[in-house]
């Protein structure tokens, strides 16, 4: 059964930290974390922001362009791992937003996979015949969690959100057919159960081995692509670009060197917005829109804490 994407859109918070914040916190200047990370500065909610209205802000961009009403979306997935509330999830704040009687509702998370897990969650309701039309939002308030003067991952963090609107049906040409999804779960792998954490009363949001992080990212999200490549007969050198999890810098031009791949080809925000967890990839793609073609393949990749990988392909 096909599947596509009818539309997508961000949300970035207008508030915008730069790197020169964080020299009396914990000692690191502007270049430091620059020639580290690549990130310049990051997006920050303001008060009364959080993941939910995050979420909502980024429908709101999309809900007036639809090809359909809103209320006929039969399946909405929240991805995230920084929830404003675990009960009434960011889901079930949009199905009573809009009104979306009948619909599925739902939350996933696996790190800074989650996007991907919950667009594979889409595509296996919608083979089952239980969905039509699908709304997926990743949304992270990082910064309610992260400790500005941890030296280690404070300087990292940034907030933000995407809406991606799904169904089984292309409605224009500027339409992306999804080709194929992969996940996999690696809490078997490296040091998976301790690189990454975050405890929201005990710390926040801490990224103690961020080595092995780096090394299993690098690896895993070029795995990840090719798994999915290979379910569409598709190879790394097909893509027009491809848009990673927004984690390091390092990370996408260590990839691009290794797989001997311009880096042109790699969609990156991560210099303006920081590290924004599993909406990143989608957010990047979003923003790069005006640069995509009909016809181009565009493959999202990501590696998150726990650990965990995804990847998937979408045609233009």
Avoid at 189 to 209: N, W, Y
Wanted: one cysteine or more; a negative charge; hydrophobic letters at 35%.
């Amino acid at each position: 059964m096909d599947l596509f994407v009818n539309k997508m859109t961000h949300y970035i918070p207008e508030v915008v930290v730069p790197n020169s914040y964080f020299k009396n916190l914990n000692g690191l200047d502007d270049q430091w974390i620059l020639s580290r990370t690549g990130i310049k500065t990051r997006s920050k909610v303001k008060e009364g922001e959080n993941t939910n209205t995050m979420a909502i802000k980024a429908v709101e961009k999309a809900v007036n362009d639809l090809p359909y009403s809103i209320r006929e979306i039969d399946l909405i997935v929240a991805a995230t791992y920084s929830p404003y509330d675990t009960v009434a999830t960011a889901a079930h704040t949009i199905q009573n937003k809009y009104e979306i009687s009948g619909a599925k509702c739902l939350s996933i998370s696996s790190a800074c996979s989650s996007f991907i897990n919950a667009m594979e969650i889409v595509e296996g309701y919608v083979k089952m015949g239980k969905a039509k039309k699908a709304l997926v939002v990743a949304s992270e308030h990082n910064t309610k969690y992260s400790n500005d003067s941890d030296p280690q991952s404070g300087h990292l963090w940034g907030d933000g959100a995407v809406a991606v609107f799904v169904s089984d049906e292309r409605y224009s040409d500027n339409d992306a057919e999804i080709l194929s999804i992969y996940t996999e779960g690696l809490g078997n792998v490296g040091k998976a159960m301790e690189a990454v954490h975050l405890f929201p009363r005990d710390g926040g949001i801490t990224m103690p081995d961020g080595r092995d992080v780096f090394v299993n990212a690098c690896h895993y999200m070029v795995e990840a692509l090719e798994k999915a490549g290979s379910m569409c007969n598709k190879s790394l050198n097909d893509f027009t670009y491809i848009s990673t999890h927004q984690a390091n810098m390092r990370i996408i031009s260590h990839i691009a060197k290794e797989q001997n791949l311009p880096e042109e080809r790699f969609l990156s925000t991560i210099e303006k917005w920081g590290n924004t967890g599993c909406p990143s990839c989608v957010i990047t793609l979003s923003d790069n829109i005006k640069r995509i073609k009909k016809g181009d393949l565009v493959g999202l990749t990501v590696f998150g804490g726990g650990y965990s990988c995804g990847a998937m392909i979408m045609q233009y």
